[in-house]
């Protein structure tokens, strides 16, 4: 004959209603997260591949983060070199101008406001740092203060900037420059604006020589015009890099990402469903936990 004993049955009945309520558990904190597990421990012989994929996926994201920021200088770097390459052609009208004419002349106006445009494009500065002042950023890279000081002093103590270019890792394995330094990319055109300055004030009418001069140097104007021209393709290809660099490496966190999705994401309509069981069972089991609370072994016989 079988024994009957009022506690087993409260006991078997208790140990249903827990596991049904651990199960309800970790299925709605799987439904609130969207993720199989809280924590690595929930993904057993998974862990190692997600952590290095996890790890993967936060180099790549800071060096995509560090190519959109390159991205968006070398954007404003193209601006300002094309300001500069504008006021080069309205100085280069104004002479063109002034010297066939005897009337006033802008030429000082245009000068002094092509010096202004090229100091700021040289001198650049985007979250801290002068863009083309190398490795040194305490101080702006161009730092004669207008066109007498540049005149009154050597060409060269006009720049004060690192020696070296900054570069950018944008893709691990290649550095980008930002840009060339001031006193290599500037040189030639603040030399042209300082021997031009040295031979004014240009007031209406000119004098012959002035004229002369003046004229002596549209072949060194369209070479430094064309030097910024250039300086500007360059930013251009260099922007197309980094762009190509972005969309491979972005290209590669999608696929990291589908990846360490499979591992971690749940399936929302099979969790549905679980959930749905779950809390079934788990009523079920209250419900019978409640039955046999009260139970004796009188109401068994």
């Given at each position: 004959?079988?024994?009957?004993?009022?506690?087993?049955?409260?006991?078997?009945?208790?140990?249903?209603?827990?596991?049904?309520?651990?199960?309800?558990f970790?299925?709605?904190?799987?439904?609130?997260?969207?993720?199989k597990?809280?924590?690595?421990?929930?993904y057993?012989?998974?862990?190692?591949t997600?952590?290095?994929?996890?790890r993967?996926?936060?180099?790549?994201?800071?060096?995509?983060?560090?190519?959109?920021?390159?991205?968006?200088?070398?954007?404003m770097?193209?601006?300002m070199?094309?300001?500069?390459?504008?006021?080069?052609?309205q100085?280069?009208?104004?002479?063109?101008?002034?010297?066939?004419?005897?009337?006033?002349?802008t030429?000082?106006?245009?000068?002094?406001?092509?010096?202004?445009?090229?100091?700021?494009?040289?001198?650049?500065?985007?979250?801290?740092r002068?863009v083309?002042?190398?490795?040194?950023?305490?101080?702006?890279?161009?730092?004669?203060?207008?066109?007498?000081?540049l005149?009154?002093?050597?060409?060269?103590d006009?720049f004060?900037?690192?020696?070296?270019e900054?570069t950018?890792?944008?893709?691990?394995?290649?550095?980008?420059?930002?840009?060339?330094?001031?006193a290599?990319?500037?040189?030639?055109?603040?030399?042209?604006?300082?021997?031009?300055?040295?031979?004014?004030?240009?007031?209406?009418p000119?004098?012959?020589?002035?004229?002369?001069?003046?004229?002596?140097?549209?072949?060194?104007?369209?070479?430094?015009t064309?030097?910024?021209v250039?300086?500007?393709a360059?930013?251009g290809?260099?922007q197309?890099?980094?762009?190509?660099?972005i969309?491979?490496?972005?290209?590669?966190?999608n696929?990291?990402?589908?990846?360490i999705?499979?591992?971690?994401?749940?399936?929302?309509?099979?969790?549905?469903v679980?959930?749905?069981?779950?809390?079934?069972?788990?009523q079920?089991?209250a419900?019978?936990?409640?039955?046999?609370?009260?139970?004796?072994?009188?109401?068994?016989?």
């Amino acid at each position: 004959m079988t024994r009957i004993s009022t506690a087993m049955i409260s006991q078997n009945a208790l140990r249903d209603l827990q596991k049904s309520q651990k199960t309800l558990f970790e299925v709605s904190n799987q439904t609130a997260s969207q993720t199989k597990a809280t924590d690595l421990k929930g993904y057993g012989a998974q862990t190692h591949t997600l952590v290095s994929s996890s790890r993967l996926q936060a180099n790549i994201q800071s060096r995509v983060d560090n190519a959109a920021e390159l991205n968006t200088r070398l954007s404003m770097q193209d601006a300002m070199l094309g300001r500069a390459d504008e006021v080069l052609g309205q100085l280069r009208d104004a002479i063109l101008q002034d010297t066939s004419l005897n009337g006033p002349s802008t030429i000082d106006s245009k000068l002094e406001e092509a010096f202004l445009v090229i100091k700021d494009v040289f001198n650049l500065e985007i979250a801290g740092r002068h863009v083309f002042g190398g490795t040194r950023n305490d101080k702006p890279p161009v730092k004669a203060a207008d066109l007498a000081d540049l005149v009154a002093n050597p060409i060269a103590d006009a720049f004060e900037q690192g020696a070296q270019e900054q570069t950018v890792s944008v893709d691990g394995y290649q550095n980008i420059s930002m840009a060339p330094v001031a006193a290599e990319a500037g040189l030639e055109v603040f030399t042209l604006l300082r021997d031009i300055a040295a031979g004014g004030p240009y007031p209406g009418p000119m004098s012959d020589a002035q004229k002369t001069a003046l004229q002596a140097q549209l072949g060194a104007l369209d070479s430094a015009t064309q030097g910024m021209v250039q300086l500007q393709a360059e930013n251009g290809r260099t922007q197309e890099r980094v762009e190509s660099a972005i969309e491979r490496q972005q290209m590669q966190l999608n696929t990291l990402s589908s990846s360490i999705g499979k591992i971690v994401d749940v399936d929302l309509a099979e969790v549905a469903v679980r959930l749905n069981n779950a809390q079934t069972s788990y009523q079920a089991s209250a419900s019978v936990f409640n039955a046999v609370r009260g139970l004796t072994l009188l109401d068994v016989l």
